[in-house]
Each structure stands twice: as C-alpha cells, then as structure tokens.
C-alpha cells in the first residue's frame, strides 16, 4: 500500500540552528500539506502546494519557516533559526487534487525537539 | 471562522464497553466536510470517515459507526465493544469550500481502553 514517506523521524537540535524535513506524497498525488501539531492539540496547517505551486501559507511564520516542492513531487520544509516554541510534531500529507471530496493521506511525522 | 470542539480530553473504559466520542462544529459555510482521524502512539494519523454536509446519513463500518446532526451541528463517533487496539487520540476535523479546503482539527480525545 502506497504512503507518504517523511524524513528523519526525530530530530533535536538546539536554538538558533537551522532544521530541515523532508516529505515524498504517496505518486501521483498533486496536493501536498504541510501541518505542524503541538504536544496535546490538533494539527494545524502550515503550507499547502498544488503540484510546485504554493495554494495557501497564511499561517506559515515566514520569517523563519519556508517551503518548497521543486518539482511537484517531493518537499522540504526549512526552520531557520530554530526556536524552542517550534519543538513540535511535522506531519505531511498528500491528496490526488485540490477539493473537499479528497482525503487527505499523512505520513508518519518529524517529531522536533530544540533546546 | 470554522471551529472544532472536541470537550472530552481523555476517556477511559473498560474493553468491551461501548464509547461515544464528541464533536461539535461551527461553520457558516453551507458545503463543507467532516472527518475522522485517529493517531495511535506511532504518530500518523489514520482516516476513518469523511462525510460531506448535504449526507446527514449516519454511517456503520464494523464496530464504528458515526452519527451526523446538522440541527445540532454535531457529528459524534462511537466504537461498539472497544478493544485496547482502539487506544488512541481521535480527531475531529472540519474543510469548508468557501476557506481554501483547509482542514480544521479539534483540540483531539485521547480514548484509553484497558484489558
């Protein structure tokens, strides 16, 4: 069965130093998510991309945060400078398409820790 | 602006005993979707249902079954004879069409279920 791969799993890195995930969507999926979910709440969405196109990252902190999708396929997510309120889990995730009537696939997640 | 409460934080039963998990919703928009996730301890979260606003059918699926009322803007979800299996944090979430799909996530229950 087909699934979102993300990479590292965990990752703990102090402040001030920049971190990196990576994401592969399940082939053939055109839209891909990036979440990020505190300890004890729900995801919240970070960026959404539309093949390599950026659809929605209004709450995307881009003075640190930024995203990208090269080649529509697979996805990095940079944090630089880390800070300790970013210790968090990173869950990507990937549809086929834009819309309501697709469900959204996630991945295993980065679990981030800074000191 | 769309919003998910999930009121129970953690519920506790007893395997074998019947658990009803509850969602209640805010959207001011007239097409929108309703979800299902659970996230057991490995981190990934697992789609259960997705159900659209005009489908007020209720829905069974083996020892799951959920229960749709858009007069009370609730969309509950219950586990029949709970195993310890079921032990996870379940999600609630909402997309509306008129907010760019976005997925809403409540805050999530953590449902613990002992042999």
């Known amino acids: 069965e087909a699934e979102v791969a993300q990479s590292p799993r965990y990752k703990i890195t102090e402040k001030s130093q920049a971190v990196a995930f990576w994401c592969d969507p399940i082939s053939g999926h055109a839209t891909l998510y990036w979440y990020r979910q505190i300890l004890g709440q729900g995801p919240e969405l970070l960026v959404q991309f539309q093949d390599e196109s950026v659809v929605d990252d209004s709450q995307l902190p881009k003075d640190r945060f930024s995203a990208e999708r090269l080649k529509g396929v697979d996805s990095t997510l940079k944090i630089q400078p880390a800070e300790l309120g970013d210790s968090a889990m990173y869950l990507c995730?990937?549809?086929?398409?834009?819309?309501?009537?697709?469900?959204?696939?996630f991945g295993p997640g980065t679990r981030l820790t800074v000191t | 602006a769309q919003k998910v409460t999930q009121a129970q934080t953690e519920i506790s039963v007893v395997e074998k005993e019947d658990v009803t998990l509850d969602c209640v919703y805010e959207t001011r928009d007239t097409t929108y979707y309703l979800f299902w996730y659970k996230q057991p301890p490995s981190g990934e979260l697992v789609f259960l249902i997705r159900r659209n606003s005009f489908d007020e059918q209720n829905e069974i699926s083996g020892r799951y079954s959920w229960n749709f009322q858009k007069s009370t803007s609730s969309f509950n979800f219950t586990i029949t004879a709970s195993q310890v299996v079921d032990s996870a944090v379940y999600f609630c979430a909402l997309s509306e069409a008129n907010n760019n799909n976005d997925m809403r996530f409540g805050a999530g229950t953590r449902l613990t279920v002992k042999p």
């Open positions: 995730a990937s549809s086929v398409n834009l819309g309501l009537s697709y469900e959204q696939y």
